[in-house]
């Protein structure tokens, strides 16, 4: 079996988040850190994003930021990363995204309707999918993504 050496994490730029999945993204990062893999994410400084890299950062990981140039020109960008990759558009981010990671991990993003964790019964799932055609909207830009 392969080892991983690069995991991306898709998370939100939102501080509307449950304390338990700020506390996630935290461990997320320090974990990574101490076993020496490579965190690939957002590039963003705020909400689960800039939690999981700071994390990553403080146990002495190495993360690799892709964030497009209108949210970077917004100042939206992790400054502190090891490498912060600007690119031109979020197609092109989650590209790249993919092409330098391993493996893969989404933490939640923030909803209009709930700030906590769902309750879902054992074995569910809370996860959901979208597909190609559907759009999110940045909460820092107000942008489609």
């Known amino acids: 079996m392969a080892s991983v050496k ?4 898709y998370c939100g730029s939102s501080d509307r988040v449950a304390a338990a999945y700020r506390e996630a993204a935290r461990r997320l990062g320090t974990i990574l850190a101490a076993s020496g893999i490579e965190l690939v994410y957002g590039g963003g400084r705020i909400g689960l994003m800039g939690l999981v890299a700071n ?10 930021g892709i964030i497009p140039a ?8 992790h400054s502190g990363v090891s490498e912060l990759i600007v690119v031109g558009s979020m197609h092109e981010r989650k590209q790249r995204m993919f092409e ?12 209009a309707r ?18 190609r055609s559907s759009s999110s909207t940045s909460p820092a830009t107000g942008r489609s993504c």
């Open 6 to 9: 690069r995991l991306c994490v």
């Open 55 to 64: 994390a990553a950062l403080e146990a002495g990981g190495r993360v690799i």
């Open 70 to 77: 209108h949210l970077h020109d917004a100042e939206i960008g």
């Open 100 to 111: 330098m990671s391993d493996a893969f991990a989404v933490l939640p993003a923030a909803s």
């Open 114 to 131: 709930s700030t906590r964790p769902s309750r879902s019964s054992p074995g569910s799932s809370s996860a959901s999918t979208t597909s």
